[in-house]
């Protein structure tokens, strides 16, 4: 068998919880990481960065798809080749759109296509998951699309979820970072019953109303009572985002991930217009922030 020496990758954004969809759904979004990987001869490791924010990543063996890169070869008991790393940025760093899953899920795939392919794209997933250590990012960012993802009896089990083609997220993007771990550390590590009951009535509700985009659903499912209420605070300007964007006729407001990115569903109709609010909303409070309508990615990542 001869091995490929180069392989492009392509990874979407993905917008993780959803509200009451917490570490169990996101969505995959229209907006990338590209990187290529090229086998050396010589050997070292090279890793160049362009694209917004391209000086914070880091250019050594710690860099995260790297990581993920050598995790898959381990994996298999072989040596990682030495390799040339070029990274273009599409995907803001630590703000709650998946960044670290484009290059868990950037790292494994591009890993296993330089090594012949020996795992299937299950066997990928699962490692995918077990690095980034809950499935809501990886798994979008690998299949593209909405999806769930729960624990079976020997794995996992994933399943599609329907999204109705005129519910469009909208995110606005904040100029300040929020990182995973900081904004999960404010998480109680117990809930009550009742709030337990309050995510999965407002889960279920969640799921019909994107598959109908029955207004009146989405506008109540997009309550939690797990992660939400305890972040908040660590956004500043939430509040006035949330009601801005309701005022101008989103569904709802939740946030993207772990955060600070936050996220407005809302009628194709209404998209605009919500966006607008959202972007002045924060503007008002002395917080810049980039607004994008974007669609869902229904591909997740791609090889060339
Ligand atoms: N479900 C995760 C969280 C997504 O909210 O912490 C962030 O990567």
Known sequence: MSLVSTVTVKVPAT???????????????????????????????????????AEKVQTDESNL??????????????????????????????????????????????????????????????????????PDNVVPALLGGCRLAATSLTGWEICDVTWHRDIVPVVAIPDFELS????????????????????????????RGLATNRQEWLKAALQDKLHQPYRQALIPGYEAVNTAAVAAGAYGMVISGAGPTLL??????????????????WKQEGITSIVRSLPLDTQGVTIS
């Open 264 to 281: 407005a569903l809302a009628d194709a109709s209404e998209a605009k217009t919500v966006g607008t609010a959202m972007l002045n909303a």
């Open 65 to 134: 798809l790297y990581q993920a890169f050598v995790k898959l070869y381990q994996y298999i008991e072989q040596t990682p080749p030495s390799v040339k790393i070029e990274i273009k940025l599409g995907v803001p760093l630590a703000r709650g759109l998946g960044s670290s899953a484009t290059a868990i899920v950037g790292g494994l795939v591009a890993a296993n296509q330089l090594a012949g392919s020996p795992l299937s794209e299950l066997q990928v997933m699962e490692l995918a998951i077990a690095m980034e250590g809950h």
């Open 15 to 53: 917008t993780a919880n959803l509200g009451p969809g917490f570490d169990c759904i996101g969505a995959a979004l229209k907006l990338y990481n590209e990187v290529k990987f090229t086998r050396l001869d010589a050997g070292g490791l090279i890793i160049q960065v362009s694209g917004a924010e």
């Open 180 to 207: 995973t771990s900081e904004a999960r550390r404010v998480l109680p590590t117990e809930v009550s019953r009742a709030d337990a009951i309050f995510n999965i009535a407002h889960f279920g509700l969640l799921l």
